[in-house]
């Protein structure tokens, strides 16, 4: 069985100091731990500072990017491709509800991303997730999960991560309860396959991580705003050790 996986969000935020400092206070910290996986995607123009931290830490600390553009170069004003993160990165967050909702991407472009990205060698976090809490709001992760992975053969699931991510929960302080989660993770294990790692995301706290611990269908969590503090990030780390 894989560790526990907790991945960090940073989102539109950091400076470059502040990348530096908050990359440096999380690898020290995690520096002796073992028993969980930690991935830190800060924004892209922070990757290689980022990484230049964490080359120093062992195995248990790597770097992921939030998103990147399907094609490997060309004419891509301000994209950067699959290609390039694969330089710095092993993960790539891609379908989270922000880009889906600001950025118009549809399950047809995200899974030209999961698709190129696989094609790489690098391990998509695919991000589902449904707006609003109904009684059908299981089927509709489910069918965007379906939709997000469009021609992607059946054999590469296994490479996939799914980040259960309900809209609602994010950054909300409204975090879903644990059975609900784990029953939306055991829907997306039947797609994906019994050993797939799936996390949950959506107002993840040090104080309420227990709530995602022990569960058959959560493998880990995915963190925004409670990863941009060291010491809260560092405490959920340590909190999911063993906690699978
Ligand atoms: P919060 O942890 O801030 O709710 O964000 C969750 C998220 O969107 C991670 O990708």
Known sequence: MSLPLVVANWKMNTSLAD????????????????????????????????????????????????NCYPEA??????????????????????????????????????????RALLANDLIPILCVGEAHR?????DLVIAQLKGSLDDVEKEDYGKIIVAYEPIWAIGTADSAESDYADRVGQRIKQIMGAEATVLYGGSVTAENIEHFTGLDGIDGVLVGGASLKASEFVKICEKMVGGK
């Open 134 to 138: 109904a009684d059908n709001s299981v």
């Open 19 to 66: 990348a530096s400092v908050l990359s440096t206070l999380i690898r020290n910290n995690l520096r002796n731990i073992s028993g969980v996986q930690v991935v830190l995607c800060p924004p892209n123009i922070w990757l290689q500072e980022v990484a230049s931290v964490l080359e120093i830490s062992g195995e248990t600390v790597s770097l992921g990017a939030q």
């Open 73 to 114: 170069s060309g004419a891509y004003t301000g994209e950067i491709s699959v290609t390039m993160i694969k330089d710095l990165c092993r993960y790539c967050i891609v379908g989270h509800s922000e880009r889906r909702h600001y950025f118009k991407e549809t399950n047809e472009f995200i899974s030209e991303k999961v």
